[in-house]
């Protein structure tokens, strides 16, 4: 079966970047699109980033725009998440998923089939 892992997750200060990991096995990872979400406590949970199968393009909510960069290397498997500048208000556990189909892409949760089990980010002021 399909199986996510996220890593990088951690604790930084206002300003300072992580960067996050996502490992895939169980799936033709280069025929699918891949995005990162995040779930604050006491909210839904929101798109951050998303990333077509060949990596051609890449799309980005408003609140992490040119300040976040998801990117894939199809050869390992893996999707990354490099956050720059972080803020506060980006405090949440982000999870990585994978589109529900090959050559399918999209920004809302229901558009993704399998989800990793989240990483935190906690960003102090």
């Known amino acids: 079966q399909v199986q996510l892992v996220e890593s990088g997750g951690g604790l930084v200060q206002a300003g300072d970047s992580l960067r996050l990991s996502c490992a895939a096995s169980?799936?033709?990872?280069?025929?699918?699109?891949m995005g990162w979400f995040r779930q604050a406590p006491g909210k839904e949970r929101e798109f951050v980033a998303g990333i077509t199968w060949g990596a051609a393009s890449t799309y980005y909510a408003d609140s992490v725009k040119g300040r976040f960069t998801i990117s894939r290397d199809n050869a390992k498997n893996t999707v990354y998440l490099q956050m720059n500048s972080l803020k506060p208000e980006d405090t949440a556990v982000y999870y990585c998923?994978?589109?529900?189909?090959?050559?399918?892409?999209?920004?809302?949760?229901?558009?993704?089939?399998?989800w990793g089990q989240g990483t935190q980010v906690t960003v102090s002021s």
């Open positions: 998923a994978t589109a529900k189909a090959p050559y399918y892409t999209g920004s809302s949760p229901s558009n993704f089939g399998s």
């Open positions: 169980g799936l033709p990872f280069s025929r699918y699109s």
